[in-house]
């Protein structure tokens, strides 16, 4: 079975290069942090205007990489709650882990035979949905490239800059820890755009002022016993370190109780990314020292309305950019208790930022 498998996803994985080199003549592989046809978020309708009539029928289906994560929860969460105000369906299906390439693909493949209208993804990898995309544009349904693994052939991608997450918890320790220090890394699933991205914004910003040494930079594999294992391993090798960084947030609190089995709370700072509510709540504790808040539902209503958008015919720019803050004790009750005023609270954000 094993070796069944293997050759399975490795089959799919050789038809995923051949799309790509057959979709390459028509499109440049997406960058989508730093590809140039691209919008904010926060400018959408003001260029584009509301969200035009849409065919009777419409409906959306869309997969994501588990449903026992949060973020890819409330990202679902966000899907349903702008398509039910237009009472249009959507199918929300997700593999059974993180690590389920080939589960994913077939979940995607088969919301294309059902015949949907659009479909919103969010690949295990660059790689394992690729073979959808060509199955999509032959069929004529829009496909939208919903954070954070990133197809290289997609048409449309809406996301946050992934290494903007990286950059913003570097430049908290170059404000907050002057002297510098050692700091370690925990990444995501190798290979993974975002946990590359995510992973060189730090390392590149913290080393260039000079003062801060990363120890260590391991995978964790968006797996929190895992993140716990290498970050008290790292511990035990460097006891005098001053900082991790995780490349999401169930990795940061899995460092954040082997600091504390280490006895080490308060001297070692730990930040994650994503924002689940289980990362507020650490940080409201004392414990977590940040995350860098994607705002799901946001982002998962952006992305229904950039793909409702294209079903409707509109010609969008390729990325569409949504927002991202690091979040500390010094700001959390703005961003956790907005609540519906949460929109609002970003577009200030936007504005402030131009």
């Given amino acids: 079975m094993k070796r069944f498998l293997r050759t399975t996803i490795s089959t799919s994985l050789a038809t995923a290069l051949f799309f790509g080199t057959a979709f390459a003549q028509a499109l440049a592989p997406l960058n989508s942090d730093t590809e140039k046809d691209r919008i904010d978020w926060s400018q959408v309708e003001a260029k584009f205007g509301p969200l035009p009539k849409l065919p009777d029928g419409t409906k959306a289906g869309a997969v994501s990489k588990t449903l026992t994560n949060e973020y890819w929860r409330s990202l679902g969460e966000g899907y349903k709650s702008f398509a039910s105000k237009l009472k249009i369906p959507v199918v929300y299906q997700a593999a059974q882990s993180e690590g389920d390439q080939l589960g994913q693909l077939t979940i995607a493949e088969g919301l294309i035979t059902q015949g949907y209208d659009v479909l919103l993804v969010s690949p295990q990898t660059d790689a394992n949905l690729q073979p959808v995309m060509e199955q999509a544009k032959a069929s004529k349904i829009p496909v939208v490239n919903v954070n954070d693994a990133v197809i290289p052939q997609a048409e449309h991608y809406v996301g946050n800059v992934q290494r903007d997450n990286g950059v913003r918890v570097a430049k908290w320790f170059i404000e907050h820890r002057p002297r510098g220090g050692k700091v370690a890394i925990v990444e995501g699933q190798a290979g993974v755009y975002a946990a590359v991205q995510r992973t060189d914004g730090f390392k590149t910003t913290i080393g260039a002022s000079g003062k801060f040494q990363v120890v ?61 509510s289980d990362a507020y709540a650490s940080i409201k504790a004392g414990d977590l020292t940040g995350t860098v808040d994607s705002f799901p539902v946001l982002t998962g209503e952006v992305a229904m309305d950039t793909a409702l958008r294209l079903v409707a015919g509109q010609k969008l720019p390729r990325v569409v950019a949504t927002p991202q803050a690091l979040i500390t004790s010094d700001n959390i009750a703005r961003y956790q208790g907005a609540g519906s005023k949460l929109r609002a609270v970003l577009m200030e954000d936007a504005a402030a930022a131009k």
């Fill in 216 to 276: 260590a930079s391991v995978p964790g594999n968006w797996d929190r016993q895992m993140s716990y294992d290498a970050a008290a391993n790292i511990l035990q090798r460097h006891p005098d370190l001053i900082g991790f960084y995780a490349n999401n947030d169930g990795m940061a609190l899995g460092i954040v109780e082997a600091v504390k089995a280490a006895g080490l709370q308060g001297k070692v700072a730990v930040f994650g990314t994503d924002g689940i």
